[in-house]
């Protein structure tokens, strides 16, 4: 059974970098997108981003300013840094594998079937 | 970005009822849409996806349907352990994004 398990700093201080790792075990990160979600009261569910296994990203516009996701195969787990944070980034991080759905020759990549635990992470001085 | 209108945003109901969510997406997302149950402290578990289809091991009570902007989700029959916030999500271009959430609470 697949697991995956987020991991980092609970606490950042407001203009410096959110890092965070998301741990996969009982699976390999090949053949699949990786992504980070975050959820907090002000703004619901927001997808961050995901990363192929290969390392090809997309980020969602508007954090893409700030945002990196990176993945080291050897060590199966893919990162989050987001710079320059603020109040408004304090939520829970979740990091999630994404399935492919298959439709002929089109390849979608947007299901969340597998899911960390979540972290909470604080913005404060 | 495509914009993902649940409702109601809560709702209360007892063991047994019927219960149904709509889901309405700002643009034709045709079928790629999922539904997502989380409950307290705990990730979103995938219920449903492509707008109708069970995912492995989820009860034959949930359901969903539609096509285009406008999505159902039913569970026909409450249990116990269904109180919980429910999501939609489409997939059909990026950015992903979600509903704001449909909690159901014990009347």
């Known amino acids: 059974q697949m697991q995956l398990q987020e991991s980092g700093p609970g606490l950042v201080k407001p203009s410096e970098t959110l890092s965070l790792t998301c741990t996969v075990s009982g699976g390999s990160l090949s053949g699949h997108h990786w992504s980070w979600i975050r959820q907090s009261p002000e703004k619901g569910l927001e997808w961050i981003g995901y990363?192929?296994?290969?390392?090809?990203?997309n980020y969602n516009p508007s954090l893409e300013r700030r945002v990196t996701i990176s993945v080291d195969t050897s060590k199966n787990h893919f990162s989050l840094n987001l710079s320059s944070v603020t109040a408004a980034d304090t939520a829970v991080y979740y990091c999630a594998r994404v399935r492919p759905a298959i439709f002929g020759i089109v390849t979608k990549w947007g299901t969340l079937d597998y899911w960390g635990q979540g972290t909470q992470v604080t913005v404060s001085p | 970005d495509i914009q993902m209108t649940q409702s109601p945003s809560s709702l209360s109901a007892s063991v047994g009822d019927r219960v149904t969510i709509t889901c309405q997406a700002s643009h034709d997302i045709r079928k790629y849409l999922h539904w997502y149950q989380q409950k307290p402290g705990k990730a979103p578990k995938l219920l449903i996806y492509d707008a109708s289809n069970l995912e492995a091991g989820v009860p034959s009570r949930f359901s969903g349907s539609g096509s285009g902007t406008d999505f159902t989700f039913t569970i026909s029959s409450l249990h116990p352990e269904d109180f919980a916030t429910y999501y939609c999500q489409h997939y059909d271009d990026l950015p992903l994004t979600f509903g704001g959430g449909t909690k159901v609470e014990i009347k």
């Open positions: 990363i192929y296994y290969g390392g090809s990203t």
